[in-house]
Structures are given as C-alpha cells and as structure tokens.
T-cell receptor, first 116, second 114 residues
C-alpha cells in the first residue's frame, strides 16, 4: 500500500487478555517504530526495528510487551495479560534510513486499545 | 532526561494571523534532525517540516517556517496566515542520527479562532 497500515483500528478487550496489533510499513522502509500515545500526550517510544532485528527496545514498559518483525516488513506488537493502564493509541511509523534521506517518520492511523 | 520541551500546552490565534509554537531540545550529539508534526482530532500524524543540524538556512514549507537557533537549542515553528484547519495538536520531534532514535515533545494544542 501507499502508506503505513495498522490493524485493528480499534480493539476492546478485557483485563488479563492477550492482544496483537499489526503494522504494515511503507514498502522499502527498513526502519519501523512503535509508539504509545495517551490522550493529550506526545508519542512515547516503545521499540525500534532496523530490518528484522529490534535495534532498541528500551521503551517497552515491562515484559508483558513484545514485538516482532520476522521478515523485515510487517511487525506485530504483542501485549500479554493486558491491564487497564495499557489503554492508549498504539502508533506505528516507518522511515528510510541512510543516504540523503532526512528520515522523517511516516505514521499509520494507530490502533486504539481499550482494556476494560 | 527530557530531550524535547514544548512549554505551551495550548495556544489561541486569530484566523489570518501568524503564530509561533515553541520547542527547545537537548542533545550533545552533533548530528540530528528536528521535525514538526501536526495531529488533527482525527488522530493521524502529519509531517510538516524538517531542519537538519548542519543546515545553515531556516527551513520553509509553504505557510510553515522553522526558526532554528542552534546556540539556544530552539526550533520554533511559525505558521503564517493561520487557517481554521490549522487547529490541531503540534508536536516537535528530534531524531539522533547516530542512534536512529526519535524523541517527541508533549505537544501544543493550537486553536484558530474565526
């Protein structure tokens, strides 16, 4: 597709359940980022992939959060044993790196997670 | 440590007037880029303008310009001739190229009054 695609756009789940959020980046973008955004706040960094590997996962809040990008394209953010505090919009972004690229992030429309 | 600071949680501006949104940043890395994004109520993040740390000239993109003062570590966004559609949240961000990390500020909510 032309832009970053995220599914689902909305997810309502119960406390303690497992959730997967998917991100399909712009074709050819090697860098992929996950951010979490709470209402009225700026995006909070979670994890960054360069290719297939997690280059920086320092933003993952705890071991309930995990992300993969097995083939260097689509990424899945996985949240185990969800808690009400996990409710937020999860944003995925991709970018080019290196060369003459300024490296701006291209964002998807986000996945809104609500934990009841 | 806070990398990006936006001190204006909310701003009002009259339609057709200019407005400046403040942003200061903190890094000792010499290679970085500064970005501004707009986030309307619909939620998508829209890239507006970019300034590289080595750029000599201030960036401009249509009605947007970036007032880059490197010594003061500030990268203020200037929107000229405000329009009602400019009402949104605005985020300043910094990319450290040596680490490929992006840092975002807490945002400024701009309201344009008719």
């Amino acid at each position: 597709g032309a832009g970053v695609s995220q599914t689902p756009s909305n997810k309502v789940t119960e406390k303690g359940k497992y959730v997967e959020l998917r991100c399909d980046p712009i074709s050819g973008h090697t860098a992929l980022y996950w951010y979490r955004q709470s209402l009225g706040q700026g995006p909070e960094f979670l994890i960054y992939f360069q290719g297939t590997g997690a280059a920086d996962d320092s933003g993952l809040p705890n071991d309930r959060f995990f992300a993969v990008r097995p083939e260097g394209s689509v990424s899945t953010l996985k949240i185990q044993r969800t808690e009400r505090g996990d409710s937020a919009v999860y944003l995925c972004a991709s970018s080019l790196t290196g060369g003459a690229s300024t490296g701006e992030l291209f964002f998807g429309e986000g996945s809104r997670l609500t934990v009841l | 440590a806070q990398k990006i600071t936006q001190t204006q949680p909310g701003m009002f501006v009259q339609e057709k007037e200019a407005v400046t949104l403040d942003c200061t940043y903190d890094t000792s890395d010499p290679s970085y880029g500064l970005f501004w994004y707009k986030q309307p109520s619909s939620g998508e993040m829209i890239f507006l303008i970019y300034q590289g740390s080595y750029d000599q000239q201030n960036a401009t993109e249509g009605r947007y310009s970036l007032n880059f003062q490197k010594a003061r570590k500030s990268a203020n966004l200037v929107i000229s001739a405000s329009q009602l559609g400019d009402s949104a949240m605005y985020f300043c961000a910094m990319r450290l190229y040596n680490f490929n990390k992006f840092y975002f500020g807490s945002g400024t909510k701009l309201n344009v009054k008719p």
